[in-house]
Every structure is written in structure tokens, then in C-alpha cells.
T-cell receptor
Framework: AQKVTQAQTEISVVEKEDVTLDCVYE???????LFWYKQPPSGELVFLIR??????QNEISGRYSWNFQKSTSSFNFTITASQVVDSAVYFC??????????????FGKGTKLSVIP | DAGVTQSPTHLIKTRGQQVTLRCSPK?????VSWYQQALGQGPQFIFQ???????QRGNFPDRFSGHQFPNYSSELNVNALLLGDSALYLC????????????FGPGTRLTVT
């Protein structure tokens, strides 16, 4: 069975601080994708990143960076110099292949990030 | 290029009633997945439709059923509503041209009283 654990339920930081959101996953699949989504109060899930299980290179996109470590089954997300607009619930997710390129997602319970001005 | 759309935005139903939620996928997408997100939880996979057939189902009872139409749009039906069915229902569409990346709609907020 697949499982995603986001141990941090809520985090509060002061604007301009760096913050890291943790994600640990369990899967028996050898090929899978890992994702991060942002969910603002409006409710719509906003895609942030997808990583292939074979690609362990860290990735940076502006103020966002991701650290994928297969050895510890972790896929952590860091926001540098946080801003008030970063306040949202962040979800880590793991894919399970359904064949023909399609997949279903297993989500963690989310981490609510509050950035205080 | 319109994204994934869902209707209605909000819905209030009484326990025991039936409800139908609708989803129009992003242009070029042929696969639709439905997720249920209870308050304070992450989304949970209900099922996925492809070529008008249910391809995979998550751990949900038969009260949850769906349909996909030839134009790839989809409906989610829930019968004999329970209070515990109150949630945000998210539709995600995907397709081969974009590597099956799942694009989510804004969701339908269902409240069962």
C-alpha cells in the first residue's frame, strides 16, 4: 500500500524567513512520481512540481527548492525568503501507475503554512 | 484555453438524497479522475474514467458512481447521502499530450445536513 506522511500539521513563520516542509513516502513501486501541490483558501489545487523516482537531482525554481532523497524516502520542499502570498496548505503526493501513462495520486494530510507579515 | 471546470460550486443536500456533480476536462484531455477532500484532510482518490469506462476505483462504497461522456466530460453521482459525505469534491483531468499531468478543477463543496 502507498502512504504519504506530512508530519507537520501547521507551521508559522515570519515573512522573509526560510521554511522547509517535510514529506516521507512509502511505496513498493520501483517507478513513481512525487508531487507538491499548493491549495490556497479558494480550494483549487495548484501544481508546483513533479519528480520522477529515477531523478534524484535537487531542483530550484525561484524561491522554491526541492530535495529528493530516495534512501530516506523523503521529498522535502523549501521556500526561501517566505512571503505572505505563500500562506496556504501544501500537499505532497505520490503516484501509482494505472497503465498507459495514467496514474492515481495518494496525498498526505497537508501542512498549513502561515506567513506572518 | 479553458482549464478544468466543475459545477456546481456549492451544494447543500439532505441526508438520504442523491447528488450529481459535473466536470469538464481541460481541452485535449481524455482522462478524468475524481477525488474527495474532507475538511482538514488530503484529497482521496475515488475513481478514474477513461474511454467512458471506470479504469480504477479507490476505497469508496458503491453509493459513489460515475460516468464519462463521449466528449470526455464526467459526472460523479452519490446516492443515499450521509453526513460524512460532506467534503470538497475535486475533478482532475489528464491526457497524453501533457504527460498525463493531472490538472485540478476548483472543486464542488458539498454539504450534507
Amino acid at each position: 500500500a502507498q502512504k504519504v506522511t506530512q508530519a507537520q500539521t501547521e507551521i508559522s513563520v515570519v515573512e522573509k524567513e526560510d521554511v522547509t516542509l517535510d514529506c516521507v513516502y512509502e511505496t513498493r513501486d520501483t517507478t513513481y512520481y512525487l508531487f507538491w501541490y499548493k491549495q490556497p483558501p479558494s480550494g483549487e489545487l495548484v501544481f508546483l512540481i513533479r519528480r520522477n523516482s529515477f531523478d534524484e537531482q535537487n531542483e530550484i525554481s525561484g524561491r522554491y527548492s526541492w530535495n529528493f532523497q530516495k534512501s530516506t524516502s523523503s521529498f522535502n520542499f523549501t521556500i526561501t525568503a517566505s512571503q505572505v502570498v505563500d500562506s496556504a496548505v501544501y500537499f505532497c503526493a505520490l503516484s501509482r501507475s494505472l497503465g498507459a501513462g495514467s496514474y492515481q495520486l495518494t496525498f498526505g494530510k497537508g501542512t498549513k503554512l502561515s506567513v506572518i507579515p | 484555453d479553458a482549464g478544468v471546470t466543475q459545477s456546481p460550486t456549492h451544494l447543500i443536500k439532505t441526508r438520504g438524497q442523491q447528488v450529481t456533480l459535473r466536470c469538464s476536462p481541460k481541452s485535449g484531455h481524455d482522462t478524468v479522475s475524481w477525488y474527495q477532500q474532507a475538511l482538514g484532510q488530503g484529497p482521496q482518490f475515488i475513481f478514474q474514467y477513461y474511454e467512458e469506462e471506470e479504469r480504477q476505483r479507490g476505497n469508496f462504497p458503491d453509493r459513489f458512481s460515475g460516468h464519462q461522456f463521449p466528449n470526455y466530460s464526467s459526472e460523479l453521482n452519490v446516492n443515499a447521502l450521509l453526513l460524512g459525505d460532506s467534503a470538497l469534491y475535486l475533478c482532475a483531468s489528464s491526457g497524453p499530450r501533457q504527460g498525463y499531468e493531472q490538472y485540478f478543477g476548483p472543486g464542488t463543496r458539498l454539504t450534507v445536513t
